[in-house]
Structures are given as C-alpha cells and as structure tokens.
C-alpha cells in the first residue's frame, strides 16, 4: 500500500511539476533562480528561456526586472567584448600605405595571416549577430 | 528449515520484483521517487534564496565590465553600473545600506 501511495505521488508530482514548470505556474522567484544559475554558467539562452517563464502568467515584478537587467548587461558585455576584438582586427587588416598593401597581398606569409584574421573577423560578426538576437528576444519578452 | 529457506527464498524474491519495477518505473518516468517530490520542494525552497543569486549575479558583471571586485568600484564606475542596472544597483544599495 505504502508503495501505491509513494507511486501515485510520484507520478502526480512528476506530471503536475512538468506542467507547471512549462506553464510558467512555478513561483515567479523559481524561475528567476534558475536564471541567474544559467547566468552564472554563461548559459544566456536558458536564462532568458527562464526570464521568460518567469513572466509569462505573472506581471514582472522588481526580482524579474532585475533578473532582466542582469541577463541584458550579460549579453551587453559579451557584444562590447567581441566588437573591441573586431575594432582590432579590423583596424590591424587595413593597410597603412601603397607597399604595406602590395606586401600583405603578395607575401605568401602575410596572405596566410590576412586569411586568418578574415575568419576570425567572420566568426566575430556571427558571434555579435547572434548576442544581438539574443538581446531582442530578451526586449520582445519583457514587452510581450 | 525447510519452512525457513521458503520464507528466505519469497524475500528474496519479492526484494527482486520490487526492484525490478522501481527501477523500471524510473526508466520510464526519467525521475527517482524520492527526487520527484524533492524537485517540487525544491523549487519552492530555491525562491528562498534568490536575491543572492541576483547579487551574485550582479557582482560577476561587474567583475565582467570593471575587471574588479564590486567593493573596490569607484563612485564614478558604481554610478556607470547604476545607469545600466537601476534596480539591481537599488537593492545593493538597500542591502549594503549605502
């Protein structure tokens, strides 16, 4: 009997707690807990996949807008770092003068490099476009 | 003797079976029993403890933008947080009894 019960409450709690949590009838604070757990693990999708449960059947309080803040300085923080990277990589590929750009076009050893810097310039502008999407989906939540 | 190994043997038997569904039904479900009503107390439990999580949230990107430790910002870094993260900055402030 005693097994019947603890299965029956298991199962029950199990359905009633996934339910809930997709449903955003968790308490508010648990999901913002979560959140800045995900924060702390740099994990930005699921934080703001929390943030927005966090608000989707309650109004935002004072604990969800500073959840908010946190996660957007994150991601902030993240974009002024990749485009401080791209300022120096953009600013060391633009030649200085006529034989710097005969030299880093011909020069077996600077093409290699240019290329190199070409990709990372690439990855950095994809890093960037995705933070910022990131960031609109955050704004989008908080307004929705 | 006899009656003693029977009884031994159903035990053992019975430990089996028990075993055998639990852990089936923990395959199935992807949950233990005990954990499935600690999570939902969990959660509950964690709501206690969120205001921490915040500030050490906002003490990380601070670490993150300043490159140091939140006390040793100075007024005019603190301010620069304050414009960017007002309520955050609020509750410090509430905490530390700035």
Same mark, same amino acid.
């Given at each position: 009997?005693?097994? #019947?019960?603890?299965? @029956?409450? /298991?199962?029950?709690? *199990? %359905?009633?707690?996934?339910?809930?949590?997709? =449903?955003?009838? +968790?308490?508010?604070?648990?999901?913002?807990?979560?959140?800045?757990?995900?924060?702390?693990?740099?994990?930005?999708?699921?934080?703001?996949?929390?943030?927005?449960?966090?608000?989707?059947?309650?109004?935002?309080?004072?604990?969800?807008?500073?959840?908010?803040?946190? #996660?957007?300085?994150? @991601?902030? /923080?993240?974009?002024? *770092? %990749?485009?401080?990277?791209?300022?120096?990589? =953009?600013?060391? +590929?633009?030649?200085?003068?006529?034989?710097?750009?005969?030299?880093?076009?011909?020069?077996?050893?600077?093409?290699?490099?240019?290329?190199?810097?070409?990709?990372?310039?690439?990855?950095?502008?994809?890093?960037?476009?995705?933070?910022?999407?990131?960031?609109?989906?955050?704004?989008?939540?908080?307004?929705? | 003797?006899?009656?003693?190994?029977?009884?031994?043997?159903?035990?053992?038997?019975?430990?089996?079976?028990?075993?055998?569904?639990?852990?089936?039904?923990?395959?199935?479900?992807?949950?233990?029993?005990?954990?499935?009503?600690?999570?939902?107390?969990?959660?509950?439990?964690?709501?206690?403890?969120?205001?921490?999580?915040?500030?050490?949230?906002?003490?990380?990107?601070?670490?993150?933008?300043?490159?140091?430790?939140?006390?040793?910002?100075?007024?005019?870094?603190?301010?620069?947080?304050?414009?960017?993260?007002?309520?955050?900055?609020?509750?410090?402030?509430?905490?530390?009894?700035?």
């Amino acid at each position: 009997m005693g097994f #019947i019960t603890t299965l @029956i409450l /298991t199962i029950t709690a *199990k %359905l009633g707690f996934d339910f809930a949590n997709k =449903e955003g009838l +968790m308490p508010q604070s648990s999901y913002v807990k979560r959140a800045m757990d995900a924060l702390k693990r740099d994990d930005l999708t699921t934080a703001i996949e929390q943030y927005r449960l966090a608000i989707k059947r309650r109004e935002p309080s004072d604990l969800t807008d500073m959840a908010e803040e946190q #996660i957007r300085l994150r @991601i902030e /923080t993240h974009i002024s *770092k %990749l485009q401080h990277r791209l300022n120096e990589i =953009e600013a060391s +590929m633009r030649p200085k003068g006529f034989i710097q750009t005969l030299w880093q076009r011909f020069a077996p050893s600077k093409r290699q490099e240019l290329e190199e810097l070409q990709q990372e310039q690439a990855e950095l502008q994809e890093g960037i476009a995705i933070l910022r999407n990131l960031e609109r989906g955050l704004e989008n939540h908080r307004q929705a | 003797m006899k009656r003693l190994t029977r009884t031994a043997l159903a035990g053992g038997g019975g430990y089996l079976a028990g075993l055998l569904v639990e852990k089936g039904l923990e395959s199935v479900i992807g949950l233990d029993f005990v954990d499935g009503i600690m999570t939902v107390g969990g959660a509950v439990l964690a709501s206690m403890y969120v205001n921490r999580d915040v500030v050490q949230a906002a003490a990380d990107n601070i670490q993150q933008i300043f490159g140091k430790d939140p006390l040793d910002l100075t007024e005019d870094e603190w301010n620069q947080f304050k414009a960017k993260s007002p309520k955050t900055a609020q509750l410090l402030e509430k905490a530390l009894q700035i």
